[in-house]
């Protein structure tokens, strides 16, 4: 359009404006040359550098139509001279228009199948040798993209497949990495092959078209001449830009062709649509390789799991099992995926039952694996898993053998019992033994000093009172090993607590400690022994009123709390209990933090004159009573001991 409108004005320009202005017309001879020239420069700039019209193409197509009207003009004639003849054989004075109008006919009939037929001839003499065409090609290669995996498989396909089409003599792809682009077909060695500041990777990232060598050497750009060099280099006749949202993410080198042909403006189109989608196939190509190396890392973690793994869809559908989850139960992979969660040992597959019926989890449930080697001990959790939407996909459980573990925990349990003989022993001889020491001196004084009356009655008196303090302590031992089964009836704490603090007031007075009662707690009523509490109460009274020197407040209260217990033994389920907790907390010298742990050994003490067994005894009392003990330190001063009872179910509150 540009080229013929050029033609025109320049025409009109030499023709009729200058012949006006100049009254002379020596310019009209040359009216035709100068329009054909402008027309003919235009157009060849526009195929030389902009591929506004392919040669090979215009060429191609002008001589299939020559051909077709080259064959159409003797069907033409030969018909026009058959009827023309026939006519003046019949009726020598018909109108010659007749022969005109079927020979017009008998054209047109012809016109369709005979165009077909040039087009697909001069192609093949256009492209002999060249293979079949690339836009072909690039339709085979889109539908074997749709089947590939890893970004592997699709490099070697996509550079067998385009070597074999366009006849090249080699094909390279060059893909991105940190520090440059590297071939990744045929394979290198890893090392950069091309750095982001070398002159083709720039124009390829800044340009939407294939490179061609032949077009660069047109271009009188520095930026294109030094692309083309590079090119040449590298023995390449074509570079083609794979490019991923915006960003050069590698590029296509074709060597030149077996046959010399080059690659026209219809082969590079064919080569970057190619391009396009080879960067989104790559793209999806990596993100399947991550996905699949991610999955086998999972395969692996689970595999090497201390702990055994069983994963159920919604429908209780068995669908991963690994590798301890197998040894534990005894059973093989294939076995058990694709099984009803039925077919786990029972209480592993009741607990995905349960998970899956109530959507559940289950937290730290102990149960005894049943196998036919034998019992297993182990410990299971159980979780949901959801979609986006919240719906159910599965259950996964997991669980421990705690076979070892239970090891190591008797081994523990009988070093602490050793620990407490010991413990236990040291006590009972540094108790004994000071008044042994009393005994054993007098027993040595009394033959040389028996007439001394003095000397009897002070001997008298002291050993009988060695002998009971002995004998006291004898006594609370022996109810420390063996204590009374307690009692349990229904009662209320609030009495037991009230009656116990009635034997301490004398000793509370005597210290000037005030005592707080606050018994807020609206329920009371619990399962206990009234003597055996009020043997406990008395002890915590009194190691409070005696952490206090002179003066202080002893605070006694009682609130309504709530504590998670397990239901049915260690294998129940947690539940919510109702309870009462009992709160007993002095302003004395408080608790050094390196005594708390050792508060309920027996004969630990702090005081001067103590046995240390008071509170061990008070601790086994309220363990039988099912009372769990706290103990806080408070942060001014003091300490505080929580007591927290069970209440009774379904009792009337009323003493």
Known sequence: VLGATA?????????ILVPLVTGSSRYIPIVHSVSVLALGMIVAYGISTRRVLDIGDFIRRMLGHLLAMAYLAGIFAAAWQTVAWGLRAVAPAADPVWAYAVASIVTAFAMAPIFGWTHRLTGRVFRRGSGPGLRATVQDIQQEMQTVTTTEHLLEMVGGILRRASRAQHVEIHAAADDGYVRAHPPGDGRPSFLAQDPLVRILARRSEPLAVHDLQRRPSA??????????????????????????????????RASGRIYDGADQDALQILGNHLAVSLENARLYTRVQEQTRYLDVLLEHLASGVVASDAHGVITLVNHEARRLTGHDREALVGAPIRALAPPLGAFLEETLRRGRAVRDRDAVLSMDAGSVPIRASTSLFRDREGEVLGALLVFQD????????????????????GTLAAGMAHEIKNPL??????????????????????????LGGEAARIDGLVNQLLHFARPRAARLEPLSLHASVQDSLRLVKQSAAQREVTIETRLDAERDRIQGDDDLLTQAFVNFFLNAIEAMDRGGTLTVR????????????????????????LTIRDTGCGIPPENLPRLF????????????????????????????????RNRESGASFVLVFPLLAGEDDAP
């Open 601 to 632: 050994d027996p004969f630990f003490t702090t005081k001067a004159h103590g046995t240390g067994l008071g509170l061990p005894v008070a601790h086994g009392i309220l363990r039988d009573h099912g009372c769990a003990i706290d103990v806080e």
């Open 223 to 256: 930026g294109l001449a030094e692309a083309g060099r590079r090119m040449r280099e590298l023995d390449a006749d074509v570079a083609v830009g794979i490019r991923s949202h915006g960003n050069l993410q590698g590029f296509l080198l074709l060597g030149p």
């Open 437 to 462: 020491v009393a005994i054993k001196t007098f027993a040595e004084l009394l033959p040389d000093r028996y007439d001394d009356p003095d000397f009897r009655e002070t001997c008298s008196a002291l």
């Open 7 to 15: 033609g025109v004005f320049l025409g009109f320009a030499l023709g």
């Open 402 to 421: 705690l076979t070892a573990i239970r090891s190591l925990e008797e081994q523990v349990r009988r070093t602490e019992r050793l620990a407490g003989v």
């Open 558 to 581: 009682t609130d309504a709390v709530r504590r998670w217990t397990r239901a049915d033994g260690p294998d129940g389920e947690f539940r919510r209990q109702d309870s009462v907790a």
